[in-house]
């Protein structure tokens, strides 16, 4: 499960649970971040989890090697890219007002997913 060693996915995840806790605990409101980081943030560390995920199956039912070197291609995530923003943007600001659409979070969710392929996507046995 080389995505739990990557130093970047950690900082996505890190950065995203502070901004969380700042925005949400502590109310401390900065409007960038509280419009752009969680698009921005959210897709490599849901990717990461869906990652891990399907790697721990494949390790415990198919093969450690493949397991060890499992990675998306990039029309996976491009495709899972595109059904989060539709379902976040789209979809949560239907069913609630506490979400609201804003076309500028599609830009962070796909720059989210180009962080992904970039630094975190890689096999175990290409470091």
Same mark, same amino acid.
């Given at each position: 499960m080389s995505v739990l060693k990557n130093k970047v996915w950690w900082i996505c995840m890190l950065l995203f649970g502070a901004h969380q806790i700042a925005q949400y605990g502590l109310f401390i409101n900065i409007p *960038? /971040? !509280? %419009?752009?980081? !969680?698009?921005?943030?959210?897709?490599?560390? /849901?990717?990461? /989890?869906?990652?891990?995920? $399907?790697s721990f199956?494949? !390790?415990?039912? +198919? %093969? $450690?090697?493949?397991?060890?070197?499992? $990675?998306?291609?990039?029309?996976? +995530?491009?495709?899972?890219?595109?059904?989060?923003?539709?379902? *976040?943007?789209?979809?949560?600001?239907r069913w609630s007002n506490h979400f609201t659409k804003d076309y500028w979070d599609y830009l962070g969710y796909f720059l989210g997913a180009v962080v992904f392929l970039a630094f975190i996507n890689k096999p175990a046995s290409s470091k």
């Open positions: *960038f /971040l !509280d %419009n752009y980081a !969680d698009p921005f943030l959210g897709i490599p560390c /849901l990717l990461g /989890l869906v990652l891990i995920e $399907r199956f494949l !390790d415990i039912y +198919v %093969n $450690r090697q493949i397991a060890k070197d499992y $990675r998306f291609s990039v029309l996976e +995530v491009i495709v899972i890219t595109t059904v989060l923003s539709i379902l *976040f943007e789209e979809g949560f600001s």
